[in-house]
Each structure stands twice: as structure tokens, then as C-alpha cells.
């Protein structure tokens, strides 16, 4: 952000099948709040896809970016969060839970268990599994998804939590929102929008400044 000393950093995490250069309007939000912004392909993810599958503990390839934040002298690298949809809203979680140098974390369309929102899904997602798992057919990748599961790991969440649930959602049911909420241990903020589809596309005024809101209060921007 222009005419900040040292900010905070949020970093953007995207769901499976998409990517970083999708991030402009959401960096946007947090920079007009005095927030330094990450966006990255993680594994499986955009330009990551060709050589790393996805992977069910993000905290490793976050934890080496959050690592990179705190080596730099122009960033505050003792307050960080965590922004992330679709599988990103998986991710987003799970990495709190196992790294707690993260201070505050936006959760949107993740799945609690993947496994459970898998058979459902159109075929075209099921074969974008496939793809991002490096798998040879959809059983195989079916199976893989087994791991991305918060199931004891949700709990270990202490963090400030916004969680986003679309109640019209046929990729991801809204009551993973629920569940994620009801089973962290730190404070949480739960909204969930009538009428919006995966990740709350068509209802995005409803949410979108009031988390950059949100963020910004909790890393002190």
C-alpha cells in the first residue's frame, strides 16, 4: 500500500482450479486498507500445477512463503493472515491450525471434509481432481482426496476465524461453514448468504468489504 512503513501482509490463497492473476479486485479491498498483499499458486494451482500435485497440508508450502514475509525488512512479518476460497477456504484452516504465526484468517466455500462433497460434484470437477492430483482416472483421485479432511485438526484453530458459507452452493454445502465454525477454538465470525452460489460469486457486496473490514481491525491496518 502507498505511503505504508512496514504493513501487515495478507496472503491469498486460491482454490484448486484457480489461480493468483484472479486476485486483483480482492488485493485491491485489502490495499485501500493499508495491508501489504501476497498472491500465490501453491501446489496443484495455476503455474504450480505442472510439477506439484495438490496437498492436503498447506502449512508446508505456506509456511515457506510466511517465512520469506518475515525475512523482508518492509514488511511487518508478526502480523499476517490468510485469505482463501474454494479449496482455498480448505486450506486456509488448516494452515491455521498448524502455524500460528498466522494472526487472522478469511475462510470462504471450503470444504470440512472434501471427501464428502466429492461424489456430487459435476464430472468436469471431478476430472479437474484428477489433473491437480496428478492421478490417472477419478477413482484414484477420489481416493487421494481421503487426506483433505479437517476431522481433528479444526479444533486446533485459535485465530480469529470469518467464515463465509453459500447456502445455494452445489459445490460446497454451507454446513461445512457450520461445522468449521462450531469446532474452532477461537473466535469466530460466521456469515452465511441466501441465495449464493459457490464461494458467494453473485453476492460478493455482501461480503467482500465487510472482510477486508474485518482483516484490517484484526492485523491493525
Not at 523482508?72 to 476460497?85: E, I, K, P, Q, V
Request: charged share 25%.
Amino acid at each position: 500500500p502507498a505511503g505504508s512503513d512496514r504493513p501487515p501482509v495478507v496472503i491469498l490463497i486460491p482454490g484448486m482450479d484457480s489461480t493468483k492473476e484472479e486476485f486483483h479486485n480482492a488485493e485491491q479491498l485489502f490495499l485501500d486498507r493499508g495491508m501489504a498483499t501476497l498472491s500465490l499458486d501453491g501446489p496443484g494451482q495455476g503455474e504450480g500445477e505442472y510439477d506439484f500435485p495438490i496437498r492436503h497440508d498447506y502449512e508446508v508450502p505456506c509456511g515457506v512463503v510466511m517465512d520469506w514475509v518475515e525475512a523482508r525488512g518492509d514488511l511487518d512479518g508478526a502480523n499476517m493472515g490468510l485469505s482463501g476460497a474454494s479449496m482455498g477456504g480448505y486450506y486456509v484452516p488448516r494452515v491455521c491450525a498448524r502455524d500460528k504465526r498466522v494472526k487472522a484468517a478469511i475462510a470462504n466455500g471450503g470444504a470440512f471434509n472434501v471427501l464428502n462433497n466429492f461424489d456430487q460434484r459435476p464430472q468436469s470437477l471431478k476430472e479437474a481432481y484428477r489433473l491437480r492430483t496428478h492421478s490417472e482416472t477419478v477413482a484414484e483421485a477420489r481416493e487421494k482426496t481421503a487426506l483433505f479432511d479437517l476431522e481433528g485438526i479444526a479444533q486446533d484453530v485459535t485465530c480469529p476465524l470469518f467464515i463465509i458459507g453459500a447456502k445455494a452452493d452445489r459445490i460446497t454445502s454451507y454446513k461445512d461453514a457450520e461445522r468449521l465454525a462450531s469446532e474452532v477454538s477461537g473466535p469466530v465470525e460466521l456469515l452465511l448468504l441466501e441465495g449464493a452460489n459457490h464461494v458467494a460469486h453473485n453476492r460478493g457486496h455482501m461480503f467482500k468489504t465487510q472482510a477486508a473490514d474485518w482483516m484490517a481491525g484484526h492485523l491493525g491496518a
